[in-house]
């Protein structure tokens, strides 16, 4: 039985996955997300129902627009993927209580964000209100223990990011600073600071690797949405643990 729940998170997941490719690339160029109709920005084409079914239709079409034959962007598969698979997983380390719910919304701004961040290396400032006020709400009914550590980890997530981006001069860009603000928010102070350690980390390691097989040139932008998601979930899923294990190895010995 709980491997059928999972299976519907899953099915669940890479629906909404298609709807959050829309919002992801329609929101950044203030187009509406109901209309038009899903089309092929080559030709033109108008998606059917059965060219939209996330992740298959694009196995069966081989990766290619029916009508011209243009490849299609492998970002929907993959995001549609990401967002299956994060639901499934979602309970397995959450639980089946409230802060489900937290995550839950929490990887679907994710997925937004990293469309959009990737395509036009910006962040709206339209997801991140939408998901402002669904965060506040939730931890109204959810709240951080104690209370003010979601106040707190706001604080200390936009400062943070905006220290940075004086001190480097527009390293960090703005919608950055106010998704750290919000981060901190859901995650409190501890996690927020967690998640920045572990977003520069990835985002380190992965400019390190791309300029080493010259995937990307020296001093070219690399979006930080992509990091900031891994970051942030990997200290949502296994904060506890990690900073446990920082302060046997660094502080106890």
């Known amino acids: 039985m709980y491997s059928v729940f999972l299976c519907l998170f899953f099915l669940y997941g890479i629906t909404l996955g298609s709807f959050f ?59 549609e993927l990401l967002t299956g698979c994060l ?38 400032d339209k997801i991140l209100i939408w998901f402002a006020g669904i965060f506040l709400l939730e931890r109204m009914i959810w709240p951080l223990t104690p209370w003010w550590d979601s106040p707190l980890g706001a604080a200390v997530g936009f400062v943070l990011l905006l220290s940075i981006a004086v001190v480097t001069k527009g390293g960090m860009g703005g919608g950055d600073i106010k998704l750290y603000g919000l981060l901190g928010f859901v995650l409190g102070c501890k996690l927020v600071l967690l998640s920045f350690f572990l977003s520069t980390l990835y985002g380190a390691i992965f400019g390190g690797l791309a300029l ?20 942030t979930l990997t200290g949502y899923f296994w904060g506890t643990d990690l900073i446990q294990l920082y302060i046997r190895t660094f502080i106890m010995y």
């Open 21 to 79: 490719n829309v919002v992801g690339l329609r929101v950044p160029v203030k187009k509406s997300i109901v209309k038009p109709r899903s089309a092929c920005p080559t030709c033109g084409h108008q998606l059917k129902a059965y060219e939209l079914i996330p992740v298959v239709s694009y196995l069966i079409q081989g990766g290619k627009c029916r009508g011209c034959q243009s490849r299609i962007s492998p970002i929907y598969p993959i995001m």
């Open 212 to 231: 080493l097989f010259r995937i990307v040139k020296r001093r070219q932008p690399i979006p930080f949405g992509p990091f900031i998601a891994a970051g």
């Open 87 to 124: 639901f499934a997983v979602t309970p397995i380390f959450i639980g089946w209580s409230g802060e489900l719910f937290v995550t839950l919304t929490l990887i679907s701004m994710f997925i937004m964000i990293m469309v959009s961040d990737i395509q036009y290396m910006i962040i709206p």
